[in-house]
């Protein structure tokens, strides 16, 4: 099995220049299970510090931050982890679109949970903002992982409990919760209201 093959539905399977981007200390993966395994380690060491001690909401609600924690996620296998994407996916926008995109995005947040907004719950504008970067897709992979931990990061600093994403499922996985969390995040894409079921599936 190669690096792209049985993909998950919802996976964005890397370019032929991206895959040639793997870290030197990496060059042994020869599968997608390997990938996982050697993105996972990435991860846990990356965000060990985070744990310890959260950012400050007016941190995470910047661009550069947006960046700096997919750097720190994935950056030990990667080396373009932290770049925006400079090629067209199967989902997300235009590459060239990605940076306004993310500055209009963490404006647009950081407005909903000003003191002024009493329009939708904390919840709800966690799940949009997760939304929101799940549908912009601004890396070449990772983009799911990175937008749910840096949901939970901003619901830390804003005084929320972090979310469960289905009780610690392994969402890169094909089964009943990526399923589930998919079809939530597809509701959204064709009503931006419709953020209950995301809303559910992010607190079980």
């Known amino acids: 099995m190669s690096l792209t093959d049985d993909e998950p539905d919802g996976a964005t399977p890397l370019t032929d220049d991206e895959r040639n981007g793997l870290r030197r200390e990496w060059l042994w993966i020869a599968t997608r299970a390997d990938r996982d395994l050697a993105e996972q380690t990435s991860i846990i060491e990356g965000l060990a510090p985070l744990r310890r001690r959260h950012p400050a909401a007016e941190t995470i609600l910047t661009a550069d931050y947006v960046r700096a924690l997919h750097q720190r996620m994935f950056g030990q296998v ?38 002024q907004v009493t329009w939708i719950t904390p919840d709800a504008a966690l799940c949009r903002i997760h939304h929101r970067l799940v549908a912009i897709h601004p890396f070449p992979n990772g983009n799911g992982r990175h937008a749910r931990e840096y949901a939970n990061l901003l619901a830390a600093a804003v005084g929320r409990p972090v979310f469960t994403w289905g009780s610690g499922a392994a969402l890169t996985n094909t089964g009943p919760d990526r399923r589930a969390y998919i079809a939530a995040l597809r509701a959204v894409d064709r009503d931006p209201e419709a953020l209950g079921p995301l809303v559910e599936f992010a607190r079980s």
């Open 78 to 115: 990667w080396k373009w982890a932290g770049l925006y994407r400079q090629s067209e996916r199967n989902i997300g926008i235009d590459p060239h679109q990605i940076a306004i995109a993310i500055s209009d995005l963490v404006a647009d947040a950081a407005w909903w949970f000003g003191p």
